[in-house]
């Protein structure tokens, strides 16, 4: 198990995300969080290669300054819906236009991670399908008074209020929170088991 593997050594999250470190700590994975401050480009051939190339360069930036033997994760997460990448909205207006679109429609959610141990960096990344009920106008608003989706990619949190608009998950619910569990677990397993 995660906890058990990772029991005696020195990890590091290189990401400011409370769920991240709620995910970590739920884990029982004892992690010094130092966050990235990268610039992430979204520009990208499909939405998996962009997650990964983010996670990459957050993991690598962080792990140049750590010894070689501590393990540094990066993650990132994006929504995906009609060709377009919904990130965290830069305001009410835009968390409003992001809401609205996803209404009663099917999306995708993306995580990158990339884990950097002993000058090697391995990359994965999970695909959840999430649908949403129809939402009211009403609803929208008073989702957005709530402060919740302001810090989130697609505008909406799984694990807080935006859970009551979820008609349905394929996938891992972990992905959409922003870190799928089993596919670090298969990284971690990867680079320090084998």
């Given at each position: ?25 739920m884990?029982?994975i ?8 990268v ?28 010894p ?11 929504v995906?819906?009609?060709n ?10 835009e ?8 209404s ?8 990158g ?14 695909r ?11 609803e ?10 302001l810090d ?9 209020y935006?859970?009551?608009?979820i008609k349905k ?26």
């Open positions: 198990m995660l906890h058990q593997i990772l029991a005696n050594k020195q990890v590091v999250l290189a990401s400011a995300s409370p769920r991240r470190k709620e995910i970590f700590e884990l029982k004892n992690a010094l969080i130092f966050p990235a401050l610039a992430e480009d979204s520009q990208c051939s499909s939405p998996h290669h962009l997650v990964m190339a983010h996670a990459k360069l957050k993991a690598e930036f962080v792990a140049a300054k750590m070689a033997d501590t393990i540094v994760v990066g993650a990132d997460t994006i995906h819906i009609n377009i990448v919904l990130s965290k909205p830069v305001d009410k207006y968390a409003y236009e992001h809401l609205n679109q996803l009663g429609t099917k999306h995708n959610v993306y995580s991670i990339a884990v950097c141990y002993k000058n090697i960096t391995r990359l994965a990344y999970a959840s399908l999430v649908e949403f009920h129809t939402l009211s106008k009403q929208i608003e008073d989702y957005i008074a709530t402060g919740e989706p989130k990619a697609g505008a909406y949190g799984i694990q807080g935006g859970s009551q608009f998950i394929t996938g891992c619910y972990f992905n959409v929170m922003g870190f799928p569990v089993s596919t670090f677990y298969k990284l971690i397993k990867e680079l320090i088991i084998t």
